[in-house]
């Protein structure tokens, strides 16, 4: 067969997926969908809908304003380093680089705020807010946490959301550590990446590596990467549930990240959870429909999307084994906040 046949067999089978999802994609659709189901499936609905653009706010964003922040010569490669890790491409090599720089040269974790008043670093939350705050960049309305002092003093803690507020603050926990390291990872290497999303609280991102030919997971907040057994190997950490959602298509991505402590939420049926994602992949590729071609959404939201979720149910998916030298249990936040959050190891 050559290659004009087989251009237009692909584009037809991608012209028939996008037809069955313009029969599929409606508001009364999902509607029904959340009419038919329980309050736990609809607040999950919502969430994940809510990540479902996530990555598109980083198609706005200047690069020459991220890159002006950043001090590159931590970031590339040298010779002797790229030598030393043969296994790897430059990119990947890259991507080690900046985990490392982000962590450990230029976000911060954030456990509790110093008094802005008196300096006392015994602060203590004791509200939650919705309330504007002008970031340095832009106002964003966000949640804000109130913080206490002994001597009765106020201090508020926006959680900032817009990456480039974050590009400024540079501080928080797992939510903004990942916003901002999405924005500068895509900023300095470019490529594929996506959102990973645990409803346990806990959020880190992946990275489409052409040269292995697949995600391959990065969290900013441990500087770790490839090391998807990390939380349940590793953390100890109970999960129920574990999301992916990127510019192309959103895949639920439990088998590959929970191995061990499980947690079951029989109000959650697994099929809702199926019927919410494909209803909003369906909606994603009509999206990208207006903004690429056809071969463009065959290869990146439907045959990256199937192969992946064929190699789920592959027996012989080979899944990296947990690096010794990684110290056993969460390294970001105090020890107190990763006891209580179970994530201590132990």
């Known amino acids: 067969m050559d290659e004009t046949s087989v251009q237009a067999l692909t584009d037809a089978f991608t012209v028939s997926q996008i037809k069955r999802a313009k029969q599929s994609v409606s508001e009364n659709k999902w509607n029904a969908f959340l009419s038919s189901t329980n309050h736990e499936t609809v607040s999950m609905a919502h969430q994940l809908k809510g990540l479902q653009n996530n990555m598109s706010i980083y198609d706005s ?118 916003n901002c390291f999405l924005m500068v990872a895509k900023c300095v290497i470019g490529g594929d990446f996506r959102y990973i999303w645990n409803v346990e609280d806990h959020v880190w991102c992946e990275f489409y590596s052409p040269h292995k030919q697949r995600w391959i997971h990065l969290d900013p907040c441990e500087a770790v990467m490839d090391e998807p057994l990390l939380y349940s190997e590793n953390w100890g950490k109970a999960m129920s549930l574990v999301v992916g959602s990127g510019e192309d298509y959103m895949v639920d991505l439990s088998t590959k990240y929970i191995t061990k402590n499980r947690i079951t939420k029989p109000q959650i049926k697994q099929k809702d959870i199926q019927r919410c994602i494909s209803l909003l992949n369906q909606t994603t590729l009509l999206q990208q429909l207006t903004r690429h071609n056809l071969q463009y959404l065959y290869v990146k939201a439907i045959v990256r999307k199937n192969k992946e979720l064929k190699s789920q149910l592959s027996t012989t998916t080979q899944t990296p084994a947990m690096t010794t030298t990684i110290p056993k249990g969460r390294q970001s936040g105090s020890a107190e906040w990763t006891k209580q959050r179970g994530e201590d190891g132990l």
């Open 61 to 178: 964003i200047d690069p020459d304003v991220v890159l002006d922040s950043l001090d590159l010569l931590k970031v590339f490669p040298d010779q002797h380093q790229q030598e030393s890790t043969a296994a790897e491409d430059y990119t990947e090599t890259q991507l080690r680089n900046l985990l490392h720089y982000f962590k450990n040269d230029f976000f911060l974790w954030m456990n509790a705020p110093e008094c802005q008043h008196c300096g006392s670093k015994e602060t203590k939350c004791v509200a939650h807010v919705q309330e504007p705050f002008e970031g340095r960049w832009t106002t964003e309305t966000c949640r804000v946490e109130v913080y206490n002092c002994p001597l009765g003093h106020t201090t508020k803690f926006p959680r900032l959301n817009h990456p480039l507020n974050l590009l400024y603050s540079k501080t928080g926990r797992c939510g903004e550590w990942v």
